[in-house]
Structure formats: structure tokens, C-alpha cells
């Protein structure tokens, strides 16, 4: 294995008002290092102008998404060796604008996210004497794939509709949004679905399937997406019954 390996690495100043170029760099190639690790050896001995995300380094905080060689990927997880002999290029994720160099912003993310309410709502709060929700292992395993998700944005950047539909609400805010809507302790769905069950939500989606593929906790949002369509076309011809109820 060569001592080296060459990093493309996306820079974008917006101070200088110039087009986004590539700087080059070459990198130690050691057995254990990750595409992390050789932008922060960039960042620490060549260049400290060099600006990104990461935080855990351990495949849960979802901060360090980047492009590598065009699929996304967590950099502290995806090692140099695997792309040897290079040279591998890094850019920000695909989708969302970018601040400077390899961060993005995600405030149409995050604003998504908070709309779709991901998290328990009760009609009626228990008291301490009423003790705790109960639920059965079965009940768990409805919705536990989609709790493993870590908001990384992986599958928005590889989503082909959220790049061109500006109102679709994505991947990882439906399959969240279906983990508590699956929930037997959550009192939310009737909230959620006007929303989820909209143009720009389920309805938006192809599915390709990407999102699921570049997942690097194995969620399917996908599958998730696809079970919100079923209950909302059963929801839409059952209101036709006299007996239907939404």
C-alpha cells in the first residue's frame, strides 16, 4: 500500500465572492485512518482555513455527511484504504446550499422536521400514580428501525426528488414522522397527517429506494414512506363507507 493518497477537496469562500474550486492535498494512507481523519490532518498541519463538520467520530452524531468520490457518507466511518490508490474527491452534500466549504445549511431540514411533530404526543398525560406506558416487543419492533435514525441528512443528499422539489419533505422527516405514527403510545397521527399525507409528503416520492441504500444505520425510509401510502389510500377509501372513519 502507497504512503500517500490524494484528497480533492471542495472550498468555497464566500467572503472572496469567487466560484467554489478544488484544493489538493496529499495525505498519509494508514490502515486505520478514515476520510475524517485526513481533512482534519489537512485542517491541523496544511491548511487551517479548511472548514467542516464532525463531532463523535463514531457513526452517531450524524455531523460529518460529506460526498465522497459522489455517494454520501459519514467521513469518520468510510476508511482512506478503501479508495486507495485515489484520488478522492469530498464535497458537501448534494441538496442543500452551502455556508463554506464542506458545511451545508440545513435550516430547511430542520424546519421540516419540526413540522411533522417527532415526538410523543398524549391526548391525556399520565400521573406518576398511573404509573408508566406499557408496550409489548411487538409493539416495539412496528416502528424501532426508524428510531435508529441520527438525522445525518445521507439519504436527502442522495434522494433524486428533494433536489428538484423544493416542498417535498424528504426522507428522513417521513420515516421519523411514521416511527411515532406507529408508536401504541403515541396520541399524534390525526396531527401528522394532514401534512405527511400531502403532495409534498408521501405523494412526492418515487421510490428509487437511494435513501434506504446510503443509510448508515440501516433505517429504510423507503419502507416507511411506502406504509404511510398504504394507510392513507385505506384512510381515503374508507372515508367513501358509511362507516369509514379517517
Not at 465522497?68 to 441538496?95: E, Y
Not at 445549511?105 to 408508566?132: C, I, N, Y
Not at 421519523?176 to 403532495?199: F, H, K, M, T, V
Request: charged share 25%; net charge negative.
Amino acid at each position: 500500500m502507497a504512503d500517500t493518497i490524494t484528497i480533492e477537496v471542495f472550498r468555497y469562500r464566500p467572503e472572496d465572492g469567487a466560484e467554489p474550486v478544488y484544493d489538493t492535498f496529499d495525505v498519509p494512507l494508514r490502515q486505520e485512518w478514515r476520510v475524517l481523519d485526513a481533512l482534519n490532518h489537512v485542517k491541523d498541519e496544511v491548511d487551517g482555513s479548511l472548514t467542516f463538520r464532525w463531532s463523535c467520530r463514531m457513526g452517531v452524531c450524524g455531523s460529518c455527511g460529506m460526498m465522497v468520490n459522489g455517494v454520501p457518507k459519514l467521513t469518520c466511518s468510510a476508511f482512506l484504504r478503501d479508495f486507495a490508490p485515489g484520488p478522492i474527491r469530498i464535497d458537501p452534500l448534494d441538496g442543500f446550499p452551502v455556508e463554506r466549504d464542506l458545511v451545508t445549511v440545513l435550516d430547511d431540514f430542520m424546519g421540516k422536521l419540526s413540522a411533522v411533530t417527532p415526538w410523543m404526543v398524549h391526548k391525556d398525560e399520565r400521573s406518576v400514580e398511573q404509573g408508566e406506558y406499557r408496550q409489548s416487543p411487538a409493539e416495539l419492533a412496528q416502528f424501532k428501525q426508524y428510531s435508529m435514525c441520527i438525522n445525518c441528512t445521507l439519504c436527502y443528499a442522495a434522494c433524486p426528488v428533494y433536489t428538484h422539489e423544493d416542498d417535498f419533505l424528504g426522507p428522513a422527516v417521513l420515516a421519523l414522522a411514521q416511527r411515532y405514527n406507529l408508536d401504541s403510545r403515541d396520541d399524534g397521527n390525526e396531527q401528522r397527517y394532514p401534512l405527511i399525507w400531502s403532495d409534498s409528503g408521501i405523494w412526492d416520492c418515487t421510490f428509487v429506494g437511494e435513501c434506504s441504500v446510503v443509510c448508515p444505520k440501516h433505517v429504510d425510509p423507503s419502507a416507511a414512506i411506502q406504509q404511510a401510502k398504504v394507510q392513507s389510500a385505506q384512510s381515503f377509501f374508507a372515508s367513501f363507507l358509511p362507516f369509514g372513519k379517517r
